[in-house]
């Protein structure tokens, strides 16, 4: 499609909910689930065994000089998957908002990065930390030396950690990230400054996931263009980036997640300036994005996971942009009423 077409932003939401009822797309819908045991914005995910945790993200604390402060949750949350209740498990040593959770060997999750709450002020961390949920217990992982923000993180090979992009350079002016770092976490070594073929498009708010194909796909995020819909696939393994098929709705602050059979699933994030409920899905064989059946409301800075059942989780966020007194944060936690097959 023409690039012009996308400059008309009234257009945006006619054609991508025109492709949802052209395409008939009926088989993905949500039911409500227990919410979160407080609302959180910004919250990290990951599925271990039968069990969603849930790390970090920002919680409102109180009102000060007519202000909502808020502050980075320190509790960790478990949610059950047989029974449907969420409990708190332990507190992070270093809490956190917009920090990456990544499963790490049968029974460890590592919390990566982030920010943590200073007296007056919000500062970045480099904290890597790694909760076992077998012992409920923490340890250190060493610390990523990325110096950016807002970068999306993975795990590979039970091993490294690779981040991409993020926002960063405050003392000479904020610019927007294209670097890619490597982290070894069993040798704790660090590639920083490193020799990793930086990503095509700079941007920071992006997701990434790992593929079923072994590639690393960075999806979205934003730039000085605002936000986008670029699609770039990394190969750990030849340090090379491919150009994908952008996605059809341009996003930041959002998640997505990889299907049984390998398909990506975007959900939500900010687009046009405000929250969105739009959802789509990958297929890396053709390289190709359809559109899926909207989030029940617009919903943004949220965590995504695949359970083992194979449903999707949409847990947290926000639903319209906003600080303070007004930012609304949410609670919900949604679930597709079926397993996905792709």
Request: one cysteine or more; charged letters at 15%.
């Amino acid at each position: 499609m023409p690039s012009v077409f996308w400059k008309y932003v009234p257009l945006k939401p006619i054609f991508y909910n025109g492709l949802n009822k052209l395409f008939g797309l009926r088989f993905l819908s949500w039911h409500t689930q227990a919410p979160l045991p407080v609302a959180r914005r910004n919250p990290s995910a990951v599925v271990v065994n039968d069990k969603i945790y849930v790390f970090g993200g920002d919680e409102f604390e109180k009102y000060v000089d007519g202000y909502l402060i808020t502050i980075p949750g320190a509790d960790v949350l478990e949610y059950d998957m047989a029974s449907g209740a969420w409990s708190t498990v332990g507190t992070m040593p270093t809490p956190r908002s917009h920090c990456a959770a990544l499963r790490y060997g049968a029974t460890k999750i590592c919390v990566v990065g982030g920010f943590s709450k200073e007296p007056y002020s919000w500062g970045k961390s480099n904290a890597i930390q790694i909760f076992d949920v077998a012992t409920k217990t923490w340890s250190s992982g060493g610390t990523i030396q990325m110096p950016t923000t807002l970068y999306a993180a993975v795990l590979i090979e039970d091993r490294y950690i690779y981040a991409f992009g993020g926002l960063g350079g405050e003392a000479s002016g904020f610019h927007h990230s294209n670097y890619v770092y490597r982290q070894d976490i069993v040798d704790n070594l660090s590639s920083w400054p490193g020799t990793y073929t930086p990503m095509p498009t700079p941007r920071y708010g992006l997701s990434a996931v790992v593929g079923k194909d072994g590639l690393i796909y960075a999806l979205g995020g934003m730039n000085d263009a605002g936000a986008l819909a670029t699609v770039e696939a990394y190969d750990p393994a030849a340090n090379t980036w491919q150009t994908r098929s952008p996605m059809l709705m341009a996003r930041r602050q959002f998640d997505a997640v990889v299907g049984p059979n390998g398909h990506i699933y975007a959900f939500g994030g900010m687009s046009m300036g405000a929250a969105i409920p739009w959802a789509e899905k990958y297929d890396p064989t053709t390289d190709s994005w359809s559109p899926l059946p909207d989030l029940p409301g617009a919903r943004m800075d949220h965590a995504a996971v695949l359970a083992p059942d194979n449903r999707i989780f949409v847990i947290g966020g926000q639903e319209k942009d906003g600080c303070f007194a007004d930012a609304v944060f949410l609670d919900a936690v949604i679930a597709s009423s079926e397993p996905v097959t792709d």
